[in-house]
């Protein structure tokens, strides 16, 4: 069992700061600006040995109507239903403010307890706004640094009410030493070359901004989960989401629009591209969401080829499809323009949909596990030797100035995620670069591998698993 947490407060208070402290990575972006966080985002964090789950949340605004800021309240408005207790916290450095009374009165009256944190509290210069706090009526305020790491100890004594009564501290036998049992331990045999169904698909939304891809997840979630609207760059924290599809784990995870860098001066956005550009690494598939105005123009490229270069596999995902006037126009357009600018990725699954609507979505989703798959595809020893003494009988490497030919000997898939393959050969450093994509290509089609990165290494040497050559 386990309980949620969500951290609220007016904006620019250290909400993100204390948020990366709980789950112990920097995964909200912290800057001095006020409004950098707009959507809810969720971590599973650890203090002091107990688990929890905890939601940063975009800065309590006063405001209403249908406003960028009105939105980003409703999605505060949310965490606080669904936490099991909430984190308020003042800046108390800048004291009690008029917003902090606000807010605090609209706590006091939720069904949700309330636990006043007041941050900023290293040195002498946070006391003054720690007893002011006391004012606001929502009992002794905790005095923290999140940014500095004081008073987590502190902050654990007035959550352990609510992990106990939540359940999360299971097999506690004694009061005064929850921790009398070390948590156990989960084997893990340290391979990562093969798919696991018991760990969530890691699936990441990445496109230019403005997309559609805040859309898309709501509508994969079912549900108004990420802020959306006609502004561009509402979002900018790559906001990660776990969800089941098909009895399938997933985490979700949506990023903040990629635009060209020399465009980029504010220094947030340069933090939310950092941010897209991790979630990247760390994914298993890369969902591109392109608009059907302008698909696959010199920016969607870009990020494609930076996702084929990480080795995740890549789908394509052409929303706003219900506004093309001609579509088989369309299509041959972007098979055209996938072959000739993106051919280390042949095959590449193209979905056409409306995030809206949700017309196409479940294909698209069909195209992400079949992808997920042949990622993650094995190929046998025997099998591919029998296929490259076959390629190279019928179209062997060119000769060497002398007329010598370079020896191809053995091959084998050294792992996957992507599928990876070395080739042990007699000169690798003389095997041209048109015949190692020749290869590639051959075993692409030969064992459908359409869609993924595949990467070749050369070797030198004699066969590693023969004593004769």
């Known amino acids: 069992m386990t309980f949620t947490v969500a951290i609220v407060g007016r904006p620019n208070v250290g909400k993100s700061t204390l948020f990366n402290r709980l789950v112990g990575r920097r995964l909200a972006i912290v800057h001095d600006m006020p409004g950098v966080t707009r959507d809810r985002r969720e971590g599973d964090a650890t203090l002091l040995g107990v688990e929890f789950r905890v939601i940063d949340t975009a800065g309590f605004e ?8 009105a939105r980003m309240r ?20 800048a004291g009690v403010t008029p917003l902090d009374r606000h807010f605090g009165d609209l ?8 636990i006043l944190v007041a941050n900023k509290c290293e040195g002498k210069a946070g006391a003054p706004g720690l007893y002011e706090s006391y004012a606001l009526g929502l009992g002794e305020p905790v005095p923290v640094s999140a940014e500095h790491g004081e008073g987590m100890a502190e902050l654990f004594d007035a959550l352990l009410p609510y992990a106990r009564a939540a359940g999360a501290l299971d097999g506690e036998e004694d009061e005064d030493d929850p921790f009398s049992e070390p948590p156990p331990v989960g084997d893990d045999d340290g391979e990562g070359t093969e798919d696991r169904p018991e760990r969530p698909l890691q699936l990441v939304v990445v496109g230019r901004p403005n997309v559609g891809k805040s859309t898309l997840v709501n509508r994969l979630l079912g549900e108004d989960r990420m802020l959306t609207g006609p502004e561009a760059g509402l979002t900018r924290d790559a906001v990660s989401v776990e969800w089941e599809h098909r009895g399938r784990r997933i985490r979700l995870v949506d990023t903040a629009g990629l635009r060209k860098r020399a465009n980029i001066d504010d220094p947030v956005e340069k933090l939310s591209v950092s941010n897209t550009l991790e979630a990247i690494r760390m994914a298993e598939v890369v969902v591109l969401v392109l608009d059907c105005a ?3 123009d010199k920016q969607d490229l870009t990020i494609a080829r930076m996702v084929i270069e990480e080795g995740r596999a ?11 006037d001609k579509p088989d126009e369309a299509l041959r357009r972007l098979k055209d323009r996938t072959e000739t600018s993106l051919p280390m990725a042949r095959g590449l699954p193209a979905v056409t949909i ?6 196409g979505v479940s294909r698209l989703m069909d195209a992400v596990q079949d992808v997920h798959a042949i990622w993650n595809r094995r190929i046998s020893t025997s099998q591919l030797n029998r296929w490259l003494e076959e390629v190279v009988s019928h179209h062997p490497p060119p000769a060497l100035p002398g007329g010598r ?12 995620r992507p599928p990876t393959f070395v080739i042990f050969a007699s000169k690798p450093e003389e095997l041209p670069e048109s015949y190692s994509r ?25 066969n590693p698993y023969s004593e004769k050559d």
């Open 354 to 359: 409306s995030a809206l609507t949700g017309k």
């Open 294 to 296: 302008g698909i696959l």
């Open 107 to 114: 706590l006091r009256r939720s069904k949700t307890p309330v």
């Open 314 to 324: 890549l789908v394509l995902a052409i929303n706003k499809w219900d506004m093309v």
């Open 405 to 416: 030919r370079i020896k191809i000997r053995y091959m084998t898939q050294a792992k996957a």
């Open 438 to 462: 020749y290869l590639v290509n051959g075993l692409r089609e030969a064992f459908r591998l359409p869609g993924v990165p595949i990467r070749l290494f050369v070797r030198g040497g004699r």
């Open 74 to 93: 409703r999605q505060t408005d949310l965490a606080v239903e669904e936490a099991d207790v909430v984190l308020m916290l003042i800046d108390s450095r």
């Open 62 to 69: 006063d405001a209403t109507g249908d406003s960028v800021e």
